[in-house]
């Protein structure tokens, strides 16, 4: 029993470091790692050398849905229902698994990130809810992520629709794109 509790602790550490190395807020590790509020303070220390950033989360559900963050969404939770699909994988493990592919994936791309790995498990966690809610692009049939009460008949993607402002870069997005599917 002890020995099977050290284990269990051991995995809870690795998982936390990993979210910690990714960035991801305090809150993050208090909603999914089973650990005291004092030792994931001093893990985080530990692992960023530095102390947590203060503060609530202002993250809103419309954050997801708009031009750049929608396609980098899109990415992450497609990677991420993929991972899921992996019987008996924890949430958080799929989480951590997903965010480490949506990295690596950008690497390659040569794309900066734009969805921190806490927006990340907001996506997750609002998808779950289903204030989110994944929808297929009309036109590309690439699966997004849509608010609860947004339209989503003919709806076209960020990616097959893009803003004005986002023109001139049109080609080379379309480009890392590519890249990226
Ligand atoms: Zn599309």
Known sequence: MKTRSLVG???????AVALIRFGARLQVLEGEINLSR????????????KSPAKGMLPFSTDWFTTWQPSIHS???FNMYKTVSKASGIERV?????AYGLYREHLALAGLPEVLSITRAWRLVKFHDSGMLETVPCTQ???S????????????VCGLCDMPAR????????????????
């Not at 004092?38 to 050398?49: D, F, I, K, N, P």
């Open 9 to 15: 602790e051991a995995h809870e550490v690795q998982r």
């Open 74 to 76: 899109a990415l992450f």
């Open 140 to 142: 590309c049939g690439g």
């Open 144 to 155: 997004f992520l849509l608010q609860q009460y947004d339209l989503k008949r003919h709806f």
């Open 93 to 97: 493990d799929a989480l951590i698994r």
């Open 38 to 49: 004092e030792r994931l303070l001093r893990l985080y220390r530990e692992v960023a050398g």
């Open 166 to 181: 986002a023109g001139k870069t049109r080609a080379a997005a379309a480009e890392r794109a590519a890249a990226l599917a």
